[in-house]
């Protein structure tokens, strides 16, 4: 798989682009080193949920995950719920902090594993399935919280996670990007990553191969439930509380990263690295249009038409095309011509 290709190309131009726009009509703050913090931290949540999606998406059967969002604060919301019961968060807050996580974490394991199974042994469809335990995830939500914010507050590790600085670099930036060299490596390098990517491709030889096609739709989703509550843990560090209705539009904006990223609808193929890119892309925008003193409805249609457009672009290889024109213009140049 060549390093290079034109997501990748695209992507980097977009964010050359941004940087050089935002710093004109900013007079330079935009890239002040306060504002590039401001937004490498707002980066991590919505980027992992958009990993997310690419791990649905490349592992077939019209594969989607709509369910992130919700099962995000679903985790967070069960979490602050059972460490409030039993810890203090300003006595306690290593131990409330562990508890926290360790509860988001297996909350997330726990709902990626129900949508796996669903999936996989009831043979429903993706995008019905986790359709299905959006609203499953959300209604316990409310149950848990009675439709309220829960109060986290700060404990020093959890703070940390979502407000802390490491060589200036945001502590939630730099766990999503270590979150996303592992996934990328697994699916590069490891046998799992060739049995999820050949069967979003084709599932049909995966199936003859004697690739364990089940296992890897669950171990996929499973995954994919975890990195959602790593995002809602990250949600509740940032904002000291958590509730059920946060982050309504993040579900549109994980699969405009993921289509942004080059990653197929239908299966078979994604980039870690271009979906990291494409999540900081957005970031990048979003800060632009705030220094211009646009409101967020326009950020929303930005991101719509993007969303539109590159859907557009992915059913037209631009590569392929010239590619397509290259060999057809050198076989014109071979082939002999008739003299009269």
């Known amino acids: 798989m060549r390093f290079f290709d034109g997501h990748l190309t695209v992507l980097i131009g977009l964010i050359i682009t941004l940087m050089t726009a935002g710093a004109i009509v900013s007079d330079g703050n935009y890239l002040s080193l306060f504002n590039l913090q401001s937004m490498a931290g707002q980066v991590p949540e919505i980027g992992l949920l958009a990993i997310g999606v690419l791990l649905a998406m490349c592992v077939g059967n019209g594969g989607i995950e709509l369910s992130g969002i919700a099962l995000a604060n679903l985790s967070g919301v069960v979490a602050a719920t059972i460490a409030v019961s039993f810890f203090s968060a300003s006595q306690d807050p290593e131990i409330f902090s562990l508890i926290f996580i ?174 990291v890119l494409s999540a900081i892309t957005l970031q990048m925008m979003s800060s632009m249009l705030n220094f211009m003193g646009l409101s967020n409805f326009i950020r929303d249609f930005a991101w719509g038409a993007l969303l539109l457009g590159f859907l557009g672009i992915g ?7 010239i590619n397509l024109q290259k060999h057809a213009i050198s076989a014109s140049v071979r082939s002999p011509h008739a003299q009269k």
Do not use: H
């Open 102 to 275: 360790v509860v988001a974490l297996a909350t997330g394991f726990l709902g990626g594993l129900l949508n796996g199974l669903l999936i996989a042994y009831l043979k429903i469809t993706a995008i019905l399935c986790t359709l299905g335990t959006q609203m499953l995830f959300i209604g316990l939500a409310v149950a848990i919280s009675d439709g309220r914010s829960v109060r986290v507050g700060a404990p020093g590790p959890l703070y940390e996670i979502g407000n802390g600085l490491l060589f200036e670099i945001p502590i939630s930036f730099l766990l999503f990007i270590g979150v996303a060299c592992i996934i990328g490596f697994v699916l590069r390098y490891t046998p799992f990553g060739m049995w999820l990517m050949l069967n979003g491709s084709n599932p049909k030889a995966a199936e003859y191969a004697g690739f364990p096609k089940n296992k890897v739709i669950i171990s996929t989703y499973t995954v994919s439930g975890i990195l959602s509550s790593l995002a809602g843990i990250i949600i509740a560090a940032r904002t000291i509380n958590v509730k059920w209705d946060y982050g309504t539009s993040y579900l549109l904006v994980a699969i405009l990263i993921a289509v942004m990223a080059g990653v197929k609808p239908e299966g078979g193929y994604g980039r870690v690295i271009c979906v």
């Open 315 to 321: 059913r037209f290889r631009l590569l392929d095309l």
